[in-house]
């Protein structure tokens, strides 16, 4: 269920109790145009990370905002069981927000608290990464999936010359799809097999993997950052 509110009229889960602005038929026109303006291109489904909305009070919703946070204006509201795909996560101050975008024809896109998004069968959400690495340090962070699950996400940031080892148990003949989220150049990965030979030689961030395992045990999974600079990046697994 998609609702649109005025400024004053829902909450994010704030103490501040307000009312709810009825969608009427009469504003149903400015909904379609509002949400095809916010609307961008639709990226493909496979491996695409799905939430459900839960822990809304009665008669209360989840508002959808602009950006990361309770300072940018409400563009939408979502229901308790509402299901949402997750872009990519962040955190702002204490808080945790998600950009989604609206399983709905029209593919709305904005922010919500990452607190009132949950797992369940074949749902999956971002991890808290691991400590971040040092200049030229590489960590290793094993990869645990939520019960029901069949895929996670993890955000990090890698400084220079630093790699980031992700392990991740499977089993012969289940089929694996990674890809990285991000807008930098100075990333790459590989991918080894449990006998450390190679599943995937290096190859840049804009190339997703795909294919069936033929080993039983823990892949890994190295991102590494050649660059000058700090780079930040989502790590997308699905194992199935």
């Known amino acids: 269920m998609l609702l649109i509110v005025n400024e004053s009229g829902v909450h994010d889960m704030n103490p501040m109790p307000i009312k709810i602005t009825k969608l009427l038929p009469s504003v149903t026109a400015w909904l379609v145009v509002l949400m095809t303006f916010l609307a961008l291109p639709a990226l493909a489904q496979s491996g695409r990370a799905v939430a459900e909305v839960t822990g809304i009070a009665r008669d209360d919703v989840l508002n959808v905002r602009s950006g990361p946070g309770t300072n940018y204006r409400i563009v939408g509201a979502l229901a308790n069981n509402d ?14 927000w998600c950009r989604i975008e609206m399983i709905t024809d029209m593919r709305g896109r904005g922010w919500v608290n990452a607190r009132y998004l949950t797992q369940g069968a074949a749902v999956q959400l971002p991890i808290r990464p691991g400590p971040m690495p040092g200049a030229g340090e590489t960590t290793t962070h094993r990869v645990k999936f939520a019960p029901g699950s069949s895929g996670a996400m993890l ?24 890809r990285l989220e991000t807008a930098s150049r100075g990333l790459s990965y590989q991918i080894f097999n449990p006998d450390r030979t190679f599943l995937l030689d290096q190859v ?37």
């Open 155 to 178: 955000d990090a940031t890698l400084p220079p010359g630093a790699s980031r080892r992700y392990v991740l148990g499977a089993r012969n003949g289940q089929m694996f799809d990674f």
């Open 204 to 240: 840049p961030a804009r190339q997703g993997y795909r294919g069936q395992l033929w080993q039983t045990g823990d892949h890994v999974i190295e991102v590494i950052n050649r660059s000058d600079r700090p780079q930040s990046y989502t790590a997308v697994f699905s194992v199935r």
């Open 83 to 96: 299901r949402v795909h997750v872009l990519n996560c962040q955190m702002n101050g204490s808080s945790r």
